[in-house]
């Protein structure tokens, strides 16, 4: 099973959801399309929400750290939602947690986008 995603634009955040398992094989590469795409439109506050996705390896994390260096470099954020416990574990044996902010629900991470605007605008 791969991955399917769809968007929704919400308060200025493009909400990518994500149904499925990020890992090995194409379920990289659409992830890695949909963000491309989204940047190539100008949007720059970018949440991926995890809340339907089954499974992630280690090859799915390194598309997370990809795709975090990509909205970095074109001045964006990138926040995450809804992690499974596996992906939490993940994330804290690589280290990654340092990176990625996360949140449980949609209004807790709509408001860190706010917040952040306010701290730096």
């Given at each position: 099973?791969s991955i399917r995603?769809?968007t929704r634009l919400?308060e200025g955040v493009?909400?990518v959801?994500?149904?499925?398992q990020?890992?090995l094989?194409?379920?990289i590469?659409a992830?890695?399309?949909?963000?491309?795409?989204l940047l190539?439109?100008?949007?720059r506050?970018i949440l991926l929400?995890?809340g339907?996705v089954?499974?992630v390896?280690?090859c799915?994390?390194?598309?997370?750290?990809?795709?975090?260096?990509s909205i970095?470099?074109e001045g964006?954020?990138?926040?995450?939602?809804?992690?499974n416990?596996?992906?939490?574990?993940?994330l804290?044996?690589?280290?990654?947690?340092?990176?990625?902010?996360?949140?449980?629900?949609?209004?807790s991470?709509?408001r860190?986008?706010?917040?952040?605007?306010?701290?730096?605008?």
């Amino acid at each position: 099973m791969s991955i399917r995603t769809s968007t929704r634009l919400v308060e200025g955040v493009v909400i990518v959801d994500i149904m499925g398992q990020l890992k090995l094989g194409p379920a990289i590469g659409a992830l890695r399309e949909v963000v491309d795409g989204l940047l190539a439109q100008g949007y720059r506050k970018i949440l991926l929400n995890f809340g339907d996705v089954l499974n992630v390896d280690s090859c799915g994390v390194g598309e997370l750290m990809t795709t975090y260096t990509s909205i970095r470099r074109e001045g964006g954020e990138l926040k995450l939602m809804q992690l499974n416990k596996h992906l939490k574990n993940l994330l804290h044996i690589t280290k990654l947690y340092t990176l990625f902010e996360t949140f449980d629900d949609q209004a807790s991470a709509l408001r860190s986008f706010q917040q952040t605007r306010t701290r730096t605008g």
